[in-house]
């Protein structure tokens, strides 16, 4: 397992064994060696990453941190706003869009003292299971250059996984962030939606999107949470639920507690590598005390057809802004109104943007909307009942994240309805709001990473972290967690 | 020419009055401000931006539900209305139709003594779009999206209104209620209220409706009657040709004197509404942070309750109460000057008396000049006690009803008291008996052809000699007095 976690490298920086200026050129130095085979990101912020640097070593030496993040690099996947920092959603659509504020979640991140790396690479708009829809190039997976690194937020998992920055925060519509990891072998949590702020966060279904982190191990993750979570005035769907102190209840035992197992999972194609390691993982917590309850999601195999009915329809009206009017991509030389409109859009968004909005236009369109999106909106609402009646028999549920592991660059960028199947494990959560944390446990036969997720109640993030973080302590000396990626 | 019923509904747009924009913290008052300065990034639609919705815009609007008589829905909903334009910045508007807050309730107008009831569909919450700016030279347009965001109500009636007339007093007596309820300037020249009207005609007896006509543009009381006067006349020919309306949207123009087509319904576009993900729904009886009894409480005396009580507690005529309540401030202005006036606290019948000279003073002269101006009550100079002063000095016989005229011009202009004008114009009235006896005695010896005619039963001649005194002392002498004396003298020689 890697040395650099929040964690560790937090006790070296109090005790000045550690300095976040030497940390940071570290971070430089990888980014320098190997970013460019990588391309896990779309900007990098040297300067501004510097300058925070050099004021976390003042506040080191005087004793005076703000917090365990404080000198920390940090990737920003780059549909987040950052103040003064070029912001593209990776689409040419926003190629010269700098905004003017911060989103939520990054002036928490400053004002706890991190330092800026840059902003990750991802699909276009969020849009995506591989980062093949960035307008900026594919992310390699750091294990394996000739696979992807998953998506959306493909870029904030290679990064993370690559050491080019410690953690990252990512979001998650219908998987962007397990999946990703579970590809990178990092851990990626999806909070419960309205736990943390999207404020700032460019939207892709408002409705779903999560915001969260990315990183080495779990405790970084609840470390991260910590920071992160919580109500936001300038966010109406974040909820005043008090935020726990993760780190410190994840060290509780998990003995007695119930695992939800999901038979039908199994039986939808999963790879037989992921089927075993999650089958050792089960042993695993049982081991720890843990029992296993089967329970059923009948509802769960609607999710890819639910979830792509709303989601597109939210997308279709939240792309609506990027018109050439504002800011962003211009077409030139229109002869009114209507062909600025056509040629803005037709020229600034990609093949999936259009195709999204196109499905998500027609799902809404009168004639239509009870059909397909208000039929959503009631399967959607069995999906989340489905899940509560698991979940009240049980504490957390255990299930594949992905059906394979990293596939090949290219291999499913032309088939649309492939790359949407990635997410069958993880976009019902996202219709139903639940959290869920994507974590390693273990490796197939090409040597690529496996994940798996451990999903829970609403707002009971901490019994994720729980879970996944006993887990890892359990399976610390496993010859797996020893084996590094190609680009260390 | 055949007879048909008019059937006209109507949809009115209130700006509110609140301080910040409905879903951003912008000051929601950009009167003044350059363009585009009143903005942020949640109302230029930036990306990554959210709305947080205004509670006391939410509050209002139930405040209004409550005014209306209506009723508060369980649950209301914010929703996406899905368009392109440029004054848009999102690409979408806001808005609340398909789950109101408010449902139902009624205006009841009165047309010449004949009340009837105007029932209210619903009541929705949403915001305003920017402005666009087309110079006249140039090929471009600009857009300001100061307005972009300010909270709106839309208030649809249903379609029980039968005249252009009945529409024009509709609109009149919703305005009134907001503004006594303090939520809106609705003022129509400044496009702080907004009214669309539906229309259509149906021969009369017949049950099913005719086709409706939209009708935008209307900027004034007087537009609206004017406009749907226009159509109404518009649709009549039409039907009387056996030809069919056409469903679609037309706008007056005021200088033409006549409604233009502006789309049809093929044209229409597909809003493809759906919730807004970015705010939840508001629940009033569950939510905590609404409390609708306290709203309840805010609710005030509104303008037909307050009519009444001038009506009963002042003596007045149907028609002066409905004057001065018809504006809240005429109405408050009323009421404080009267209690400045010394003798009305605790005496029935002299409240009564005053009120009434007041009344007429106001609505006669004051609104007279207020309205030739254009000013607002709000803006008027003369003081309260100022003005209980004049009443009191005409009362008590101390000033004429003509010199009376002259100080409340004075007053008007410069806001002065009313000795400080008497004095310094040397405006006192003459009520000392024997300089009026000397200047009687005089018009009676510059008279006498005058005095002969009255003494052969002449009654006009009586007037002509008192007009002279008036005359010779500039209308200062108190006219009881010269009446008196002159009747005197005359009898006397």
């Not at chain 1, 909820?239 to 039986?267: A, C, D, H, L, M």
């Not at chain 2, 307005?147 to 208030?155: F, Q, S």
Request: charged fraction near 30%.
């Amino acid at each position: 397992m890697t040395e650099n976690t929040i964690i560790k490298l937090n006790k070296k920086i109090v005790q000045n064994e550690g300095s976040p200026v030497r940390l940071y050129q570290q971070v430089l130095k990888k980014i320098d060696n190997i970013e460019d085979s990588l391309n896990a990101f779309v900007t990098i912020t040297p300067k501004e990453g510097l300058a925070q640097a050099r004021e976390s070593e003042k506040r080191a030496k005087e004793g005076k941190l703000k917090s365990k993040l404080d000198g920390i690099p940090v990737g920003i996947k780059d549909v987040f706003c950052t103040r003064h920092i070029r912001t593209t959603a990776s689409s040419k659509m926003l190629d010269d869009f700098t905004p003017a504020y911060d989103a939520t979640v990054v002036k928490k991140l400053k004002d706890a003292g991190i330092a800026i790396v840059g902003k990750n690479n991802c699909d276009a708009w969020a849009h995506g299971a591989s980062t093949e829809n960035s307008d900026y190039g594919v992310t390699k997976n750091p294990w394996d250059l000739t696979r992807v690194s998953g998506g959306s937020s493909g870029g904030s998992a290679a990064a993370v996984a690559a050491e080019e920055c410690i953690f990252s925060i990512g979001s998650d519509t219908g998987g962007s962030i397990r999946q990703p990891a579970a590809f990178c072998g990092v851990v990626g949590l999806k909070p419960t939606y309205g736990r943390v702020s999207r404020y700032g966060l460019i939207a892709m279904g408002s409705s779903l999107d999560c915001v969260g982190p990315i990183t080495n191990t779990t405790e970084d993750a609840a470390l991260v949470m910590e920071t992160i979570a919580g109500r936001d005035e300038k966010d109406a769907t974040t909820v005043e639920i008090e935020v726990p102190k993760y780190t410190e209840k994840i060290q509780n035992s998990i003995r007695g507690k119930k695992i939800g197992w999901v038979k039908e999972f199994f039986q939808m194609g999963v790879d037989k590598d992921i089927t075993e390691a999650i089958e050792k993982a089960k042993k695993i917590f049982e081991i720890l005390g843990a029992k296993f309850v089967e329970v059923e999601l009948p509802y769960a195999k609607y999710g890819i057809p639910t979830y792509y009915i709303i989601q597109t329809a939210e997308v279709s009206s939240n792309l609506g802004r990027y018109d050439g009017i504002k800011y962003g991509f211009n077409a030139k030389n229109s002869d009114n109104l209507i062909e600025h409109y056509f040629k803005s859009r037709d020229e600034g968004f990609g093949a999936e943007a259009k195709r999204r909005i196109m499905l998500g236009t027609f799902v809404l369109s009168a004639g239509y909307y009870d059909a397909y999106y208000n039929k959503a909106m009631k399967v959607r609402t069995l999906i989340k009942k489905d899940f509560n009646k698991a979940l009240d028999k049980v504490d957390v549920i255990l299930s594949p994240v992905t059906p394979t592991t990293a596939f090949k660059i290219g291999e499913k960028s032309q088939d649309p309805l492939q790359m949407y199947l990635a997410d069958v494990f993880t976009a019902s959560i996202n219709l139903a709001g639940n959290p869920s944390l994507s974590l390693p446990c273990g490796f197939d036969k090409n040597r690529l990473p496996i994940g798996m997720q451990i999903i829970g109640k609403h707002f009971d993030e901490e019994s994720v972290l729980n879970f996944g973080y006993q887990y890892e302590k359990a399976t610390e000396k496993e010859i797996w967690r020893q084996y590094k990626p190609v680009t260390s | 020419m055949d007879k048909y019923d008019i059937v006209i509904g109507l949809e009115i747009h209130a700006q509110l009055r609140t301080e910040s924009k409905m879903f951003c913290t912008c000051d929601n008052y950009s009167v003044g401000a350059g363009p585009n300065k009143n903005t942020c990034p949640i109302c230029l639609g930036m990306p990554g931006m959210l709305p947080v919705p205004n509670k006391k815009a939410i509050e209002w609007t139930y405040l209004l539900g409550m005014a209306l008589g209506a009723k508060v829905a369980e649950k209301f909903c914010f929703e996406r209305k899905n368009y392109f334009y440029p004054d848009l910045p999102k690409a979408y508007q806001i808005t609340s139709s398909t789950m109101p807050p408010i449902i139902g309730g009624s205006v009841e107008i009165d047309d010449n003594d004949v009340l009837k009831k105007i029932r209210i569909n619903h009541v929705h919450l949403e915001e305003d779009a920017g402005k666009l700016i087309h110079p006249k030279i140039g090929e471009y347009s600009l857009v300001d999206l100061n307005r972009a965001g300010t909270p709106l109500l839309e208030i649809v009636t249903e379609p029980d209104l039968r005249s252009p007339r009945e529409a024009r007093i509709f609109v009149q007596d919703l305005r009134s209620i907001l503004r006594y309820l303090g939520i809106s300037d609705a003022n129509m020249e400044q496009g702080n209220l907004r009214c669309d009207a539906n229309i259509s005609l149906k021969p009369q007896g017949q049950k099913e409706l005719g086709t409706k006509v939209e009708v935008k543009n209307m900027n004034s009381f007087k537009m609206i009657e004017r406009a749907l006067e226009h159509e109404v006349k518009r649709q009549e020919e039409i039907l009387s040709e056996n030809k069919k309306i056409v469903q679609e949207t037309r706008g007056w123009d005021d200088a033409k004197g006549k409604t233009l087509g502006q789309r049809s319904k093929e044209e229409a576009n597909d809003y493809r509404y759906f919730p807004e993900p970015d705010i939840p729904s508001i629940e009033p009886n569950k939510d905590n942070s609404i409390d609708l009894k306290e709203i309840k409480n805010w609710l005030p005396e509104l303008p037909k309750e307050k009519r009444i009580r001038f009506e009963t507690e002042y003596s007045l005529s149907k028609q002066d109460a409905d004057n001065l309540t018809s504006d809240l401030d005429l109405a408050r202005y009323f009421e404080q000057t009267l209690a400045e006036i010394p003798q009305v606290a605790g005496n029935d019948e002299i409240k009564k008396q005053k009120a009434k000279k007041l009344a007429n003073w106001l609505i006669t002269e004051l609104l007279a000049k207020l309205n030739g101006q254009g000013i607002s009550i709000l803006d008027c100079k003369i003081k309260h006690q100022n003005f209980a002063v004049l009443i009191e000095k005409i009362d008590s016989g101390k000033i004429s009803g003509k010199i009376a005229k002259e100080i409340f011009s004075e007053m008007f202009v410069s806001g002065r008291g009313v000795e400080e004008i008497i004095k310094e114009k040397g405006l006192s009235l003459i009520s000392d008996e024997k300089e009026i006896e000397t200047i009687i005695r005089a018009v009676i010896s510059e008279n006498t052809a005058s005095v002969q005619d009255y003494k052969s039963g002449k009654e006009k001649a009586f007037g002509y000699l008192v007009g002279q005194v008036m005359a010779k002392t500039k209308g200062q002498a108190n006219p009881q007095i010269v009446n008196k004396l002159l009747k005197e003298f005359l009898d006397k020689e």
